[in-house]
């Protein structure tokens, strides 16, 4: 079964406007970390945001934002005031125990954004 | 110079040929991971290093063969290929395995195999 599951492949904004990337998750480890990731046509990943499974609060960054509900096991990115360069493939990760006090990143199959102007 | 740098950024073989891909960090991170990204698929960890231990090897192919001879570099070497392992690989570090949660990715390195 997948551990992360992101249901959209491809989302269209306007620009200025706000959009939310949906991710759940699944997962039995009380104690997790859940991750977003920008990849750009560069290749490159890179890091938005993080909230960890304790976190009373929902994590922000700027115009980045995570709705963080426990119960339904899910974590959307919200994404406000969309730029022209925010185009790009989103990644929701998960962290999780892989063994002895090691870790790792289980990511989705990811949703493509394209901002319109 | 930016955080993890890998070369070559693209790269062409035969299925006979042999290989390296090579991945570098400049940010003092103690663990480095490789990842495949196929097409349509999620990232897929392939393997990860802490101080230059092996900490975790995904069920991967043995003619993929990891290297890392220090903290700072990383390698692939790729010989006897399938054309389904063409991908885009990519490097990561973080601080160390046990958290490996913000992790800092180099640009990849996208693999067509013929």
């Known amino acids: 079964a997948q551990k992360i599951t992101q249901t959209q492949p491809g989302m269209f904004v306007q620009e200025k406007e706000a959009v939310t990337l949906d991710c759940t998750y699944d997962?039995?480890?009380?104690?997790?970390?859940l991750f977003w990731y920008k990849q750009p046509s560069s290749g490159e990943m890179i890091f938005l945001i993080y909230?960890?499974?304790?976190?009373?609060q929902n994590a922000t960054e700027g115009r980045y934002s995570l709705n963080f509900q426990k119960a339904r096991k899910s974590a959307n990115l919200v994404i406000s005031a969309s730029q022209l360069g925010d185009s790009a493939m989103y990644f929701c990760?998960?962290?999780?125990?892989?063994?002895?006090?090691?870790?790792?990143?289980?990511f989705g199959k990811g949703t493509l954004l394209t901002v319109n102007p | 110079e930016t955080g993890v740098t890998q070369t070559p950024r693209h790269l062409v073989m035969g299925m006979t040929n042999k290989k390296s891909l090579k991945c570098e960090q400049h940010l003092g991170h103690n663990a480095m991971y490789w990842y495949k990204q196929s097409a349509k698929k999620p990232l897929e960890l392939m393997f990860v290093y802490s101080l230059e231990e092996r900490v975790e090897n995904n069920s991967v192919p043995s003619r993929f063969s990891p290297e890392c001879p220090n903290s700072s570099h990383l390698f692939l070497h790729l010989h006897t290929l399938q054309p389904e392992d063409s991908a885009l690989y990519l490097c990561?570090?973080?601080?160390?395995?046990?958290?490996?949660?913000?992790?800092?990715f180099g640009e990849g390195s996208r693999l067509t195999v013929l």
């Open positions: 997962t039995s480890d009380p104690s997790y970390g």
């Open positions: 909230q960890g499974s304790y976190d009373q």
């Open positions: 990760a998960m962290r999780e125990a892989s063994g002895g006090s090691n870790y790792k990143l289980t």
């Open positions: 990561a570090s973080s601080q160390d395995s046990q958290w490996a949660g913000e992790l800092f």
